[in-house]
Every structure is written in structure tokens, then in C-alpha cells.
């Protein structure tokens, strides 16, 4: 049997990781050039922020999503399952995924379907009268 493609030409191989290793440092160079006083903590920490945030939205728009057809299908009742997203959202916040911001504006969403699930005319048909 003959050599597979990523072993037949080690040559090629070893000139692209040189290069790649040429280019990083160049990048690093003038990175520091242009930004002189940058600490690089504070640009990783910036960057966890912003990526926990991110992470955090998305799963609340997915969990949210999930949660309301969990409910459409099990029959399950609204305000059961909007008691376990607060719950749900509480631990969030005190584990520290959420900040006071984004809880406040959850909580909020989460208490505005409620005033709309228990306002008349919500889509809802009126009782029959019974025959009499």
C-alpha cells in the first residue's frame, strides 16, 4: 500500500507550519505596534464577557422556545411552567450567567406573558351558556 496524501509530501507539510508560525508573529508584531499599551488580560477577560453573553442569549431564546412548545404538547399549564422559568432564572443569576440587566429584562418578558395569558379577549373562545 502507498503513503496516504498527508503523509506523502512532509516537505509541504513542514513549509505551511513554518509559514503559519512566520505569519503569527508578524501579526503579534504589529498588534503591538498599533496598540502599545494593551494588556492582554484585560482583552481576554473582555472577550469572556462578551462570549458568556452571548451564550446566555442564545440559550434563553432557545430555551424559550423549547419551554413554549413543551407546554403546547404536554397540555401543561402556563403558569406552572412560567413559576419554573422564574425559578429557573433565579438560579441563573445567582450562579452568575446572568447579570441584574439581563435578569431584570427576563423577569420582565416573563411577567408581561403572564398580564397577556390572563387578559380577555386573548384568542380564547367565550363559555356556552348552558341550555335552559
Known sequence: MGAD????????ALILIALLAVATE????????????ADKGE??????ERAVGAASRARHGTWRVVSEARTRTRG??????????????????ETGVLDEREFAAQKRLILEEAEQDQEPGDGTAPPVPAPG
Request: charged share 35%.
Open 76 to 93: 401543561g399549564s402556563p403558569g406552572g411552567d412560567r413559576l419554573e422559568r422564574l425559578e429557573r432564572l433565579g438560579r441563573l443569576k
Open 26 to 37: 508578524a501579526l503579534r508584531r504589529q498588534v503591538g505596534r498599533e496598540y502599545p499599551g
Open 43 to 48: 482583552a481576554v477577560e473582555r472577550l469572556r
Open 5 to 12: 496524501p498527508g503523509h506523502a509530501r512532509p516537505g509541504a
